[in-house]
């Protein structure tokens, strides 16, 4: 499975990455305001939000109207490995070319989570 993250410059939201895991026909997606954690000391905030189709993990250029109209560009992607999934918690080894090792994404409140590198 297949996961990639996108550096988003929104006009909206500002600069944040758009962080999506494959999982069945879809990528389940989260918007991570201060970006992907590179360390295991750093604990940010993930709103989840709607699901985006397969076909959008190698989408880059300007989104032109809407909500989040600005410009996308992919920071990384790679593949996933699965290692613990709950409906209120993920566990997934990443191995892209960024960013590696072990993450955890976890329901904190509503649509928003805590990613963590473990």
């Known amino acids: 499975m297949?996961?990639?993250i996108q550096e988003h410059r929104a006009k909206?939201?500002?600069l944040?990455?758009?962080f999506r895991l494959e999982v069945g026909d879809v990528l389940e997606s989260w918007v991570i305001p201060k970006g992907v954690p590179?360390?295991?000391s750093d604990k940010r905030l993930a709103i989840k939000t709607f699901?985006?189709?397969i076909d959008y993990k190698g989408f880059e250029g300007k989104i032109e109207e809407g909500y989040g109209k600005g410009?996308?560009?992919i920071f990384d992607s790679g593949e996933y490995i699965p290692i613990d999934i709950?409906?209120?918690f993920m566990l997934?080894?990443?191995r892209g070319g960024k960013v590696t090792g072990n993450y955890c994404l976890k329901l904190w409140e509503g649509d928003k989570w805590l990613i963590w590198k473990r």
């Open 71 to 73: 410009i996308v560009a």
């Open 92 to 94: 997934v080894q990443l």
């Open 12 to 14: 909206r939201a500002g």
């Open 86 to 88: 709950r409906d209120d």
């Open 51 to 53: 699901d985006h189709p």
């Open 16 to 18: 944040h990455h758009d």
């Open 2 to 4: 297949e996961f990639v």
């Open 38 to 40: 590179l360390t295991s």
